[in-house]
């Protein structure tokens, strides 16, 4: 089985009952909901990675933010009928306070943002497993939410 790592910095942006979540496409949680966010680069800070994922996938610009929490996921992805990836996903994770700008609630997929369709803000209490992603679920449940 193969293996596949990803390191990431996400945003959580909360507004009374309901959570900013992306459509992501491709990846293991291609057409699922997802934490705005993404891959720490090579040299970058987290608070950077951040900043900038947040800005391409869903076109704000953070101004304020603390650290929430950091951990991660394992499970199996089916890239191909043939390929079986096991896959490691640890994530840094940041309350979102304040931020400028709109929310892009549709953004193309192009060599910066390669896998957000943009973003909206979900209702919280409607929203069901199936639907998201591994570390939206890991993180909306330790903030203290039952998810269906």
Same mark, same amino acid.
């Given at each position: 089985?193969?293996?596949?790592?990803?390191?990431?910095?996400?945003? =959580?942006? @909360? &507004?009374?009952?309901?959570?900013?979540?992306?459509? $992501?496409?491709?990846?293991?949680? /291609?057409?699922?909901?997802?934490?705005?966010?993404?891959?720490?680069?090579?040299?970058?800070?987290?608070?950077?990675?951040?900043?900038?994922?947040?800005?391409?996938?869903?076109?704000?610009?953070?101004?304020?933010?603390?650290?929430?929490?950091?951990?991660?996921?394992?499970?199996?992805?089916?890239?191909?009928?043939? =390929?079986? @990836? &096991?896959?490691?996903?640890?994530?840094?994770?940041? $309350?979102?306070?304040?931020?400028? /700008?709109?929310i892009k609630k549709e953004i193309e997929v192009d060599e910066k943002n390669d896998d957000s369709l943009g973003a909206d803000f979900?209702?919280?209490?409607?929203?069901?497993?199936?639907?998201?992603?591994?570390?939206?679920?890991?993180?909306?449940?330790?903030?203290?939410?039952?998810?269906?």
């Amino acid at each position: 089985m193969k293996e596949y790592k990803q390191l990431g910095a996400y945003g =959580i942006v @909360i &507004k009374g009952d309901k959570i900013l979540l992306i459509k $992501k496409f491709g990846g293991p949680y /291609n057409e699922k909901l997802d934490l705005p966010g993404g891959t720490i680069e090579f040299c970058e800070k987290p608070e950077e990675a951040l900043k900038r994922e947040l800005m391409e996938e869903v076109g704000i610009d953070i101004t304020n933010y603390q650290l929430f929490d950091a951990d991660s996921v394992a499970f199996e992805w089916q890239f191909k009928e043939d =390929i079986l @990836i &096991k896959v490691h996903h640890t994530g840094i994770f940041y $309350k979102v306070l304040d931020y400028k /700008n709109d929310i892009k609630k549709e953004i193309e997929v192009d060599e910066k943002n390669d896998d957000s369709l943009g973003a909206d803000f979900y209702e919280i209490d409607k929203l069901n497993k199936n639907e998201l992603s591994a570390i939206a679920i890991l993180e909306l449940e330790k903030l203290g939410y039952h998810l269906k």
